[in-house]
């Protein structure tokens, strides 16, 4: 009798925050460049046209460590993007302790589950270029070795979680792989983040529905932005290539000021507007500078970004013209 081998299992992975900005860029990147069935962990609902039959929805609050651990029996991942956290800074200014518990304790619940449950399971912890807080001039371009001097309670919050999770690599052995990323915009981020705070503006304004005058908070900033879509193919190199242990910057090395990004919103309205400064859009403390060096990331896996600056905007931008339409 002819004996043939089983079809190898699919390869499982799991996504937290699968429903929050970067977690939906993520999921589609993942379908369209791998055949790995998706978990999708999430407080918030997928949109029905990412769906699919190797997509499982998981509705789970990783601050309940029952149901943590009952939703990693149950896939018994290959692969983790942890993506899930309160990722607002003024909202961790108002709810400091709010923004710590969400970020820290819902970690550690996935990973202490993760460790019995699925113990060779290489876990991507999604941390954040705000750690790095007041970078001298002489540390810029940001690495990895630059010190942290946080100036806000989410930039804490992820200073937490990048060392939790080399902790429990040092510990017990989990192939956790730590990526600090620099700023991501893209369609589909909330307005409270300054590129989508000036398209959905200016998309309002084009229709009537606010004045002709546009509100903004400080413009001098510079950031190293980088589109959520070529971050999240960034995350895909990460955990298949990355080195278990090891921390990565995820970046483009280029800085923008916020107000060559508003010119830039300005340029490409279809009216005139007026430009305001509202007090209330100030952090209490900002950074002045953040530009990432990523040329570890760069060495391990081959990635840059693709898409250039200019079309993520236009792109920002048509995202909430078609928002305001629809809400009209």
């Given amino acids: 009798m002819e004996v043939t081998n089983a079809p190898a299992a699919p390869v499982r992975a799991l996504v937290t925050g699968a429903g929050g900005f970067v977690g939906r860029h993520l999921l589609a990147h993942l379908l369209d460049s791998t055949d790995w069935h ?27 460590p029952e149901r943590t651990r009952q939703m990693v029996e149950q896939v018994v991942p290959g692969f983790v993007f942890h993506l899930a956290a309160q990722s607002n800074v003024q909202q961790a200014f108002k709810d400091p302790e709010g923004t710590f518990t969400s ?25 954040s270029s705000e750690q790095y807080g007041l970078v001298r001039p002489e540390d810029t371009p940001i690495d990895e070795d ?32 730590r990526v600090r990323a620099f700023n991501h915009i893209g369609p589909g981020q909330s307005e409270h983040f300054v590129a989508s705070a000036f398209a959905r503006q200016v998309a309002r304004i084009e229709v009537g529905l606010q004045e002709p005058v546009l509100q903004v908070g400080n413009l001098e900033a510079e950031r190293d932005f980088t589109d959520v879509r070529d971050m999240v193919k960034a995350y895909l190199l990460a955990i298949t290539k990355g080195e278990p242990g090891e921390v990565y910057n995820i970046g483009s090395g280029t800085a923008h000021t916020i107000q060559s990004l ?67």
């Fill in 38 to 64: 998706v978990y999708c962990s999430t407080r918030a609902q997928v949109r029905e046209a990412q769906l699919s039959e190797r997509m499982s929805m998981l509705p789970c609050d990783l601050l309940d």
């Fill in 146 to 177: 630059v010190p942290f001097r946080p100036n806000n309670p989410y930039a804490v919050s992820k200073i937490a979680q990048d060392a939790l999770a080399l902790q429990h690599f040092l510990s017990w052995g989990q192939q956790t792989i």
């Fill in 262 to 328: 508003l010119d830039a919103f300005l340029s490409a309205s279809k009216v005139p507007i007026e430009v305001r400064h509202d007090p209330t859009r100030m952090r209490p403390s900002d950074i002045p500078v953040l530009v990432c060096d990523a040329s570890r990331f760069r060495e391990r896996t081959g990635w840059a970004p693709e898409i250039p600056f200019e079309q993520t905007l236009l792109d920002i931008l048509d995202y909430w013209r078609g928002r305001v339409r629809a809400e009209t």
């Fill in 103 to 127: 970020n820290v304790v819902g970690q550690l619940n996935l990973l202490n589950a993760l460790r019995t449950v699925a113990p060779k399971a290489r876990i991507l912890v999604a941390c």
